[in-house]
Nanobody, 123 residues
Framework: VQLVASGGGLVQAGGSLRLSCAAS????????MGWFRQAPGKEREFVAA????????YYADSVKGRFTISRDNAKNTVYLQMNSLKPEDTAVYYC?????????????????WGQGTQVTVSS
């Protein structure tokens, strides 16, 4: 599956952004989807994931209550709504896909990746 992420940008602390990730090439609903992020000098870290039907979601503790992952299988798209953004949320955000049936919030559990979109939160 091919993934194209979009929606990043520059926002002030406390603001919001909505990231989108459009999938093509395979049956989107067969994939569990996730968002990861990588800040300069840091490892890529898990942010959120959603199961194939969209009725189960998972979040990193650092974003719980502020970020919401969702998907529209009819549009082959997964979203990440980010509210109450903080400067420490600044990173390149990547969407990822996996056919694994068992959820693991780890980079190695996802086999397909988008190109990343930059999110910068100013203080």
């Amino acid at each position: 599956v091919q993934l194209v992420a979009s929606g990043g940008g520059l926002v002030q602390a406390g603001g919001s952004l909505r990231l989108s990730c459009a999938a093509s090439g395979r049956t989107f609903s067969n994939y569990r989807m996730g968002w990861f992020r990588q800040a300069p000098g840091k490892e890529r870290e898990f942010v959120a994931a959603i199961n194939r039907s969209g009725d189960s979601t998972y979040y990193a503790d650092s974003v719980k209550g502020r970020f919401t992952i969702s998907r529209d299988n009819a549009k082959n798209t997964v979203y990440l709504q980010m509210n109450s953004l903080k400067p420490e949320d600044t990173a390149v955000y990547y969407c990822a896909a996996t056919t694994n049936l068992v959820f693991r919030p780890e980079r190695t559990a996802f086999g397909s990746w988008g190109q990343g979109t930059q999110v910068t939160v100013s203080s």
